[in-house]
């Protein structure tokens, strides 16, 4: 079956170090996605890629890297410049950024930062 | 900032209609309303979208009001796997961006 897969899901990180989480789709998307979610609140866009090898900035772009080599992959790097890393991390897709279709989500990674 | 206004909480009885509203009063004429739904720690499932007219599909109805200022999200028989949280979201026009809101968490109770 067709879908987004995010890896690992849970992910514990150190203080300073950069961590790289991982997002594959296998739909055949042209658009990607990354949110943040903290609790009780809703998504905030991270970065997002409509094309091969071009990304734009969201929201709440600070601390975090991004790369579009592929157009399955799209892998979030988070940064030891991001300051408040701990959080759920979404990945999502979209079959063109134009359309009327949904997004289709990944399970999420939870990072914590000890 | 979201463009849709939402309760934060409802509760509703296990195989009674489920109905969450949503404010979009600054909506434009080509910005469709979407619906999604959010498991405790999982990623958001789509479930319905519409422009203008009600819509309806095997998860729920999408009711929205002629002026388009607001939209009703209506699931017909509500069981327990039900329980989430309901983001009502307008997409952004210019860049397409789908702009979230805390969304309602909805709680079926037995």
């Known amino acids: 079956d067709g879908g987004i897969t995010q890896s690992p899901k849970y992910l514990f990180r150190k203080e300073g170090q950069n961590v790289t989480l991982s997002c594959e789709q296998n739909l055949n998307h042209d658009a990607m996605y990354w949110y943040r979610q903290d609790p009780g609140q809703g998504l905030r866009l991270i970065y997002y890629s409509q094309i091969v090898n071009d990304f734009q900035k969201g929201d709440i772009a600070e601390g975090y890297s991004v790369s579009r080599e592929k157009k399955e992959s799209f892998p979030l790097t988070v940064t030891s410049a991001q300051k408040n890393p701990t959080a759920f991390y979404l990945c999502a897709s979209s079959i063109a950024p134009g359309t009327a279709k949904g997004y289709t989500f990944g399970s999420g990674t939870r990072l914590t930062v000890v | 900032d979201a463009k849709t206004t939402q309760p934060p909480s409802m509760d509703c009885a296990e195989g009674r209609a489920a109905n969450l509203p949503c404010n979009h009063s600054t909506i434009s004429g080509n910005e469709y309303v979407y619906w999604y739904r959010q498991i405790h720690s999982q990623g958001p499932q789509y479930i319905i979208h519409?422009?203008?007219?009600?819509e309806t599909n095997e998860m729920a109805s999408l009711i929205i009001t002629e002026d388009r200022k607001s939209s009703t999200l209506s699931l017909p028989h509500a069981t327990l796997r039900d329980t989430a949280v309901y983001y009502c979201i307008v997409r952004d026009y210019s860049n397409y961006q789908l702009i979230w809101g805390a969304g309602t968490k909805l709680i079926i109770k037995p």
């Open positions: 519409g422009l203008k007219n009600n």
